[in-house]
């Protein structure tokens, strides 16, 4: 597999309970379920929120889901088929959407991980994103997380808007 014949597309309703299996299978296991296919539909669906596919053909072989505010976004899911990992996908998706949110005027990004996810946080830390603390417990009571962020420009700071250029009215 070619990591550039890997296409990013909207994720569509229809593949929520593919992308609910991959969220059980290598985001949440062994800490239940909480993201099932009717919770992705709701965030396919949720205006303030994006979902990623990268298809491998018609294939969806990674996901990513970022939640917009006002200033602040947070990636709730960012999850890689073993099958094609390691081959700049979960890369491609997070620096989509971090041009994305730079766009939309977002000032920070959050993400939360396990401890022991190393391939995680040495991705997240390539990406300028740095870690804000350790929370013990975090996930079900029995696993630590990381939480990490990345500035986009400083909080408060609304980005100017566009406007076009005068015209010289000669």
């Not at 939640?67 to 700049?88: I, K, P």
């Not at 980005?159 to 250029?165: A, E, F, H, T």
Request: a positive charge; hydrophobic letters at 50%.
């Amino acid at each position: 597999m070619n990591a550039t014949a890997i296409t990013l597309r909207f994720a569509r309703r229809s593949e929520a309970p593919a992308l609910a299996l991959m969220s059980r299978d290598l985001v949440e296991a062994g800490l239940g379920w909480h993201y099932r296919a009717e919770r992705i539909r709701q965030l396919i669906d949720d205006v303030n929120s994006v979902a990623l596919a990268a298809c491998d053909g018609q294939r969806v072989a990674g996901f990513a889901i970022m939640s917009f505010g006002d200033e602040h976004a947070h990636l709730v899911l960012l999850a890689v088929r073993a099958t094609h990992q390691r081959r700049g996908i979960a890369r491609r998706m997070t620096e989509w959407l971090l041009e994305s949110a730079a766009i939309a005027g977002i000032a920070s990004i959050k993400v939360e991980l396990r401890t022991d996810n190393a391939a995680a946080y040495a991705l997240y830390r390539g990406l300028g994103f740095v870690e804000m603390l350790r929370a013990p417990g975090y996930y079900r009571g029995r696993e630590a997380a990381i939480f990490m962020m990345r500035m986009l420009r400083p909080a408060g700071l609304k980005p100017q808007s566009w406007r076009p250029p005068t015209l010289d009215p000669r």
